[in-house]
């Protein structure tokens, strides 16, 4: 497989993974500067993670209809204009306006990176390009933090979002160079129904779920809207089963390997997505730490994942998908309730320690459920595989946001005063029990299942048997 192409790619994946990490880090000093509050901030994380799942299903018809390199560098110009809007926002509501323009751009980037992936490698190198796709993108949330406090700490919050400019033109240059024409397999009419259904239903929930835990607008907005997204998923459900070519195609649910790399995905992200969101919140509110001080031990996480990319392929062979995900859904999710258990006279070294085993957990699954997806998936099914994985994946994250501001809210508003230490503690014990409900999800399949893409075989029950 040419590398060109993942590397150029992953400029997109740098750029959405440092502003992500780079955005946590400096919370409390956006919120004083723009007069709100850090719980209140998180309505923009949110706001970005509903505009990806509202655009990510029809990122791909485009790519299809107008040329994957096309929406590619179109994609950048927008994020990089959302980032710039982003950096001249002086209140709330202009923040979340602009984080929501980002997602945009980040929507249209998504698909191109996983089509040309998938559609140009073996399914016996699928592990590995994943792997070599991510870990140029890992850079990002492993400067983010770090960046992002010392740009927040000793200049101001604006720079977090004015440096993705030079980086968004690199990778336009870049796609325009390298970046080959991707072939249209299946080429399929818009379900433009499907379209609004499924955006109004992915935005009505997770908004809806993020507002029910915000002091900053009325309960019944929240619930509202929770409502609307809702009755619009069940109206979608009825809608694809009537329509020849639906947005999301759900009938890929009845392969039993898709569906467990999508449920169990799905569960464990909710709790990844609450923790960049809630540790550095607690290392500078329950610690007294600066952003740029957290940052500093929070990018460790992003070293762990970085370093199990070297080895992932290798581990998978040995250990197949099901025992290496059910076992490490579980061991990942542990190292995410042991952040609950920090305290400031824990040694720093320790908790360097355990983030980086953290991380490295992880991206072991990660990796595993990513290329899972598309393990008995024919290619000409890829393009719709593509949006269902990825909505399913920014839907789980932005759940774990409002799940873990919601905890947080619940725990305020019980003890009658402002964030302590202990708040953050149960919330992470919260969101690593939810995470690691999604071993259940794995644990039916088979020992061989994904082999085509994993490489690992077990040893034929005839030959077991004799031994």
Partial sequence: ??????????????????????????????????????IALKLALTAYLVSLAVFIPVSGWMADRFGAKNVFRAAIVVFVAGSVACAASGSLLAFVVSRFLQGVGGAMMTPVGRLVLVRSTPRSELVGAMAWLTMPALVGPLLGPPVGGFLTTYFSWHWIFLINVPIGVIGIWCATRYLPSIETLVRRPLDIVGFFLSGIAASGVVFGLSVVSLPALPSWVGFTTLAVGLVSTVLYLLHARRTAEPLLALDLFRNQVFRASIIGGSLFRIGVGAVPFLLPLMFQIGFGLSPFQSGLITFVSAAGAMSMKLVTKWFYRKTGFRNSLVYGSVVAAGFIAVNGLFTPSTPYWLMIVLLLAGGFFRSLFFTGTNALAYAEIPNEQTSQATPISSVAQQISIALGVAVAGGILEISTNMHGGPLQLADFHVAFFIVAAISSLACISFWGLSPDAGSEVSGHRTRPAATAAAE
């Fill in 1 to 38: 497989m040419n590398r060109v192409v993942p590397l150029v790619l992953a400029v997109a994946l740098f750029m959405e993974q440092m502003d992500s990490t780079v955005i946590s880090t400096s919370l409390p000093a956006i919120a004083a500067d723009i007069g709100s509050s850090p």
